[in-house]
């Protein structure tokens, strides 16, 4: 399998799909009327005030997973696809947050993307965190900033450009060559603790919200926060330099097929998925998601925790990096062992 994330052909296969109004609202209340009022819908959709007030426009500028083309193709080496064998007894229900307990406070850690299309970064950069964690006992952050700032052509990361979008298999060959630092959420900024916490601060998309409105913080579109590997770590306090702080990834590989893509997690720990992002997804608040209609927004990536069946539906189990105020406390399930909207088409991840 060629690691392509499956925006482009999800998005040709829905042929009923509307084409995209920039201007109107993210949230559509007779979409939520609707799925909610399904007597076979498998899950509930609700007004996620991370999205209340802002538009489709707004909101498809935080799906920054790019879609690989043959253009691209002719740039990028592939990803080598695991052969690793699934196990004969997989279990119903994984979840690697109660697997690995001892890394429970880094495999269960929200984080949040801010107002940036940098989401091609949080999912490699926490899973390949999660693995370090699950292999080296290494419980500390790594920065999703540096992969996000730094992951570009200068690096080697032909396709990535920050906020603007990027690869996540990029992400996992910058880990390998490249190494990535330390680096917190942005409320770490200024505690010396890490060496390059994310930058951008945590906002939502409504007023009275627990941060910053987004359209306040980044009123057009968020500039991606410079890479600052020649002048050093952006935290004065924090005693180690930048090329001593980098963690190292060992290999880079895709997953191809359900059955490899469980035994993975299981083994190995959480991957890296990129799927389509609809609009319907916006208001997604429990259950198991599967796509109800609504306009195309663009790839996103996210983390694979685990997986189980909730009523009789298969499910993936996901973290997602739009903080713990969307979704269920940030987390959402997505029907497993179909591809929806693309979820099992590409798979990254990496050996510590």
């Not at 949230?27 to 991370?50: E, Q, Y």
């Not at 952050?141 to 996000?148: A, I, L, N, R």
């Not at 910058?174 to 060496?195: A, E, L, Q, R, S």
């Not at 935290?235 to 980098?246: I, L, R």
Request: charged share 15%.
């Amino acid at each position: 399998m060629k690691s392509v994330l499956v925006a482009l052909s999800a998005a040709m296969a829905v042929a009923t799909v509307p084409e995209i109004d920039l201007n109107a609202p993210a949230i559509d209340t007779a979409l939520i009327d609707a799925i909610n009022n399904n007597p076979s819908s498998t899950w509930v959709a609700g007004i996620n005030t991370k999205f209340s007030d802002m538009t489709l426009g707004q909101a498809k500028r935080l799906m920054g997973t790019r879609v690989y083309t043959p253009e691209w193709e002719v740039k990028h080496a592939q990803l080598p696809q695991s052969d690793i064998v699934p196990l004969k007894a997989l279990p119903t229900d994984f979840n690697a947050t109660t697997n690995w307990p001892q890394c429970a406070s880094v495999i269960g850690h929200i984080r949040d993307q801010s107002d940036c299309g940098c989401c091609w970064s949080f999912g490699s950069t926490e899973s390949f965190n999660d693995r370090l964690c699950i292999v080296h006992n290494y419980t500390g952050q790594v920065s999703s900033q540096d992969t996000c700032s730094c992951c570009d052509p200068d690096f080697g990361c032909d396709g990535s450009n920050g906020c603007d979008g990027g690869f996540t298999e990029d992400a996992f060959n910058y880990f390998v060559k490249h190494g990535v630092v330390t680096g917190g959420d942005n409320p770490d900024v200024g505690k010396g603790d890490t060496c390059f916490p994310y930058q951008l601060a945590m906002c939502d998309h409504h007023e009275g919200g627990p941060y910053t409105p987004c359209p306040n913080l980044c009123p057009n579109e968020c500039n991606t926060p410079a890479c600052p590997a020649s002048t050093g770590c952006t935290e004065s306090k924090y005693p180690t330099a930048w090329a001593k702080d980098k963690h190292f990834a060992k290999t880079a590989y895709g997953v191809s097929g359900v059955d490899k893509i469980m035994t993975d997690i299981m083994t190995n720990g959480p991957v890296s998925a990129s799927f389509t992002v609809y609009s319907d997804f916006l208001t997604y608040k429990s259950g198991v998601y599967v796509n109800n209609g609504g306009s195309v927004l663009g790839g996103h990536a996210v983390r694979i925790l685990g997986w189980g069946v909730d009523a009789g539906t298969p499910y993936w189990y996901v973290a997602n990096s739009w903080n713990n105020y969307w979704g269920d406390n940030g987390f959402f399930k997505i029907l497993r062992g179909k591809n929806e909207c693309g979820i099992e088409g590409d798979i990254v991840t990496g050996t510590v």
